[in-house]
């Protein structure tokens, strides 16, 4: 993999929180020689100050550090955020526009792996899966009070038709499911979803639903 700071003059530092020790080894081998790296498993905040300083230019957390006005001032030279999650609400983005960092983010990820746990985990509901697998540890092979339900023919509601969404509301086709979404953007391509089972877009979310 071709280290994105090859074209630098100056040799940047890097920071990584919230590291596994499978993913240090990754970074420390990608580029030794172009990029100071520096890897700590603790969130931001628990990180001490030999390795947040001034000499710091990027940043690299996951969902756990709380990266605030205060954390930001440890870092004064810091010029990129790029956090290794899709959500952002942990980095205090107006803070970084009046310091001039850049804040990044991964827009695209684990949306099939969302979607699929979701629907492992409403089958688990669906048909007591968890239920019965704990009945049959204990040797007990009896059925009563396990019976589930159906998927197909019922209605899956989705609020909110996005990345992950849209691939959730795909599934619930293949189950056979009816499907109501409803989004602030109506995408006319997502009607057109396949799987069997209605799609219909409401332009309001009912407040009581049976």
């Known amino acids: 993999m071709r280290c994105p700071y090859d074209e630098l003059t100056t040799q940047p530092t890097i ?3 919230e590291l596994e ?3 240090r080894e990754q970074l420390e081998s990608m580029c030794p020689e172009k990029c100071t790296i520096r890897t700590s498993p603790e969130r931001l905040e628990a990180i001490g ?3 947040v300083d001034e000499q710091v230019t990027a940043f690299s957390p996951f969902i756990h550090s709380r990266v605030d006005a205060a954390q930001l ?3 004064p030279n810091l010029r990129l955020i790029a956090t290794r999650s899709t959500g952002f609400d942990h980095i205090d983005v107006e803070a970084c526009r009046q310091r001039g960092i850049l804040v ?6 684990g949306e099939d792996t969302v979607a699929e746990h979701a629907f492992g985990m409403l ?3 669906t048909r007591k899966i968890h239920r019965c697998y704990e009945r049959t540890s204990r040797g007990d092979f009896s059925i009563e009070g396990l019976r589930g339900i159906d998927l197909a023919g019922r209605t899956f509601g989705c609020l909110g038709v996005g990345a ?3 691939r959730a509301m795909r599934i619930a086709g293949g189950f056979g499911m009816n499907r109501i979404a409803y989004d602030l953007r109506h995408d006319l391509r997502l009607s057109g979803t396949r799987g069997s089972g209605t799609w219909r ?3 309001s979310w009912p407040s009581r639903t049976c």
């Open 15 to 17: 920071l990584f929180a």
């Open 21 to 23: 020790a499978w993913e």
């Open 49 to 51: 100050d030999e390795d």
């Open 73 to 75: 001032d440890r870092m």
């Open 104 to 109: 990044a983010n991964v827009p695209h990820y």
């Open 123 to 125: 089958l688990a509901l």
């Open 164 to 166: 992950i969404g849209s």
């Open 201 to 203: 877009w409401r332009p």
